[in-house]
């Protein structure tokens, strides 16, 4: 059995944690390259070339899971330090209120409450408006009063490398079929944290990335949830229902703010909860989307 501990002793109320991933037994000699949930493909391939010509053949491997479950999102849950309305200040340049940008952002609207509905990743609104509706930690640091919540989780692959097995990350997930971005972020959330949100909450923080282009083809949708701040007081109290995998027990939420997990993504940083260290690229790239959303440099 893997296993390895790490953070502060947990309350003897709250959900069992990881702390290790057993191997029943090793298939991979046995399984063909496309059983699974993921498949390997391997080819004979050549690059075609602009001035005609064609490469010497080499191998190509790349992985995949079917058409219809190659997508995925990665969703960040933000709440705001400060609730009182009055105490934000705009962290963009001074500007007229009604001011656009000088380029649109790819994001949809900010995940205010009173924001519209996001339609799709192309939607675009005021970055100005969207930093003012948050507080700046400090006049010496850019990054909004906001906490996000994350989630550690077993990794197996995690832990060969590194020995760790648990990883932080935002919340994430396949996009099941015709099922649109947004709609698996609620359905995410909830199975990931137990917390149910809106559709409107939800806030597009521009295009879908390649997790891993010279072998993958998932690509994910970084997204932003606004919720309130007393909702992370409760954190203790929630069961996320999860997808019905075992894999799925085990995991733990926890609270940072956007600077520690910002900083996180460098160096192991120590909190309220534990040291936290951000290892994983799509919570690093969603994370800094919700930055640049956050202070209207989308």
């Not at 952002?105 to 939607?123: F, G, L, N």
């Not at 996000?148 to 692959?157: C, D, E, F, I, T």
């Not at 990931?192 to 010279?214: H, K, M, N, Q, W």
Request: include cysteine; charge should be neutral.
């Amino acid at each position: 059995m893997s296993s390895s501990r790490s953070g502060p002793p947990r309350s003897k109320d709250a959900p069992p944690c990881a702390i290790g991933v057993e191997i029943i037994q090793n298939l991979s000699s046995v399984s063909s390259p496309l059983d699974g949930f993921l498949r390997r493909h391997r080819l004979r391939a050549k690059t075609l070339l602009s001035d005609g010509r064609r490469t010497e053949t080499y191998l190509m491997d790349y992985v995949d899971r079917a058409p219809g479950r190659r997508d995925a999102v990665a969703v960040a849950l933000v709440a705001r330090e400060v609730e009182t309305p009055a105490a934000f200040i705009s962290t963009a340049p001074s500007a007229a209120p009604s001011a656009a940008p000088s380029a649109a952002p790819s994001a949809a609207p900010s995940a205010a409450p009173s924001a519209a509905p996001s339609a799709s990743t192309s939607a675009s609104t005021s970055a100005s408006t969207s930093a003012a509706r948050w507080t700046t930690a400090s006049a010496a640091s850019p990054v909004p009063r906001v906490k996000v919540l994350l989630r550690k989780q077993a990794r197996y692959p995690v832990h060969l490398v590194t020995g760790q097995i648990l990883c932080t990350e935002v919340v994430a997930g396949i996009i099941e079929g015709d099922e649109a971005p947004e709609a698996a972020a609620v359905r995410e959330v909830l199975e990931e944290t137990g917390i149910a949100v809106d559709r409107a909450d939800v806030t597009c923080l521009g295009p879908a990335v390649f997790a891993s282009p010279g072998m993958l083809t998932e690509r994910f949708f970084p997204m932003m949830v606004e919720i309130p701040t007393a909702t992370l007081e409760h954190l203790p109290q929630l069961r996320p229902a999860g997808d019905g995998s075992p894999m799925e027990e085990g995991a733990v939420l926890l609270v940072a703010t956007l600077e520690q997990a910002l900083k996180a993504t460098l160096h192991p940083v120590e909190t309220k909860e534990g040291r936290l260290h951000v290892n994983d690229a799509k919570t690093e790239i969603v994370l800094n989307r919700v930055w640049r959303h956050l202070t209207g440099l989308s």
